[in-house]
């Protein structure tokens, strides 16, 4: 009487191993797509949470001076940037630290006409803000050129300023 030997035979352990290793493969094709999606939420949350930050900003900006910070907003137009966690928001200008991170862009206008508009001596001033990313990154110590405004992601919302 012969002794059956249990165990796998060599093709259906190469079977196995080809199975595993296409499962493997798939999961690391899909990996660039899921950080990339990862970081794009995570963009979009800080995005999302800098509404009370740039109120601030403006407040501290606009002082008690409403009417002046109303005409100087609306010929100008105002323009912040914020670093990638959401901190630091500031003015967006020449003399900026060239070793600080620009990726948030912040673009302040005040609406021109309709019933949102500034009239002299109102007591709100409602400003259209508009933040896009990514705008200027530092990578490797150096702050790499402002990317296209089509390349980049945004949101709209509506402010209003009181003194």
């Not at 899909?30 to 900003?57: G, I, K, W, Y």
């Not at 296209?148 to 992601?153: F, M, N, Y």
Request: net charge negative; glycine share 6%; proline share 4%.
């Amino acid at each position: 009487m012969r002794c059956r030997r249990k165990g796998f035979s060599l093709i259906e352990v190469v079977i196995a191993i080809a199975i595993v290793a296409g499962g493997v493969v798939v999961v690391l094709a899909l990996l660039p797509t899921m950080v990339r999606n990862s970081e794009n939420a995570a963009d979009m949350q800080t995005a999302l949470r800098l509404p009370d930050a740039v109120q601030a900003e403006l407040a501290q900006e606009m002082g008690s001076a409403l009417g002046p910070f109303a005409n100087s907003v609306a010929v100008n137009g105002l323009e912040l940037v914020v670093e990638q966690d959401g901190s630091n928001v500031r003015r967006r200008d020449l003399t900026d630290n060239p070793l600080r991170s620009r990726y948030f862009l912040i673009e302040v206008h005040t609406f021109a006409t309709g019933e949102f508009a500034y009239v002299s001596g109102d007591a709100v001033l409602a400003l259209q803000i508009t933040v896009s990313w990514p705008y200027r990154v530092l990578a490797a110590g150096t702050l790499l050129p402002a990317g296209a405004a089509t390349d980049r992601q945004s949101i709209t919302f509506n402010l209003a300023l009181n003194p």
